[in-house]
């Protein structure tokens, strides 16, 4: 069993960053693929970026490419999502996502585990 808690969301003006951080319980976490997906009102969740444990291979949105980076610390048992240059579109309730049982890394249902997801809000 796996449990994730996110943290770092809040209000930015657009042009802003901002840092989340997704921390998990468990002994096997530098092995676990662990993804971020978000969630706007009325919008179904989507991918946004994944990062490999074992290789520490990296995967983005287009949307997100070249803006937001995706890194973690074994040793912490975190994984972050820096975002850099913020637009009102990125406002949404971010999902970190662990364990992937599914080659498509970029569906929900390919994690096993989630977190219960904190509110990103970019203002214009």
């Known amino acids: 069993q796996v449990q994730l808690v996110e943290s770092g969301g809040g209000l930015v003006q657009a042009g802003g960053s901002l840092r989340l951080s997704c921390a998990a319980s468990?002994?096997?976490?530098?092995?676990?693929?662990m993804g971020w997906f978000r969630q706007a009102p009325g919008e179904e969740r989507e991918f946004v970026a994944a990062?490999?444990?074992?290789?520490?291979?990296?995967r983005f949105a287009d949307s997100v490419k070249d803006r937001f980076t995706i890194s973690r610390d074994n040793a912490k048992n975190t994984v972050y999502l820096q975002m850099n240059s913020l637009k009102p579109e990125d406002t949404a309730v971010y999902y970190c996502?662990?364990?992937?049982?599914?080659?498509?890394?970029?569906?929900?249902?390919?994690?096993?585990?989630w977190g219960q997801g904190t509110q990103v809000t970019v203002s214009s």
């Open positions: 990062i490999w444990g074992s290789s520490g291979l990296r």
């Open positions: 468990g002994r096997t976490f530098s092995s676990k693929t």
């Open positions: 996502a662990a364990d992937l049982k599914l080659s498509t890394y970029f569906q929900p249902a390919a994690y096993n585990y």
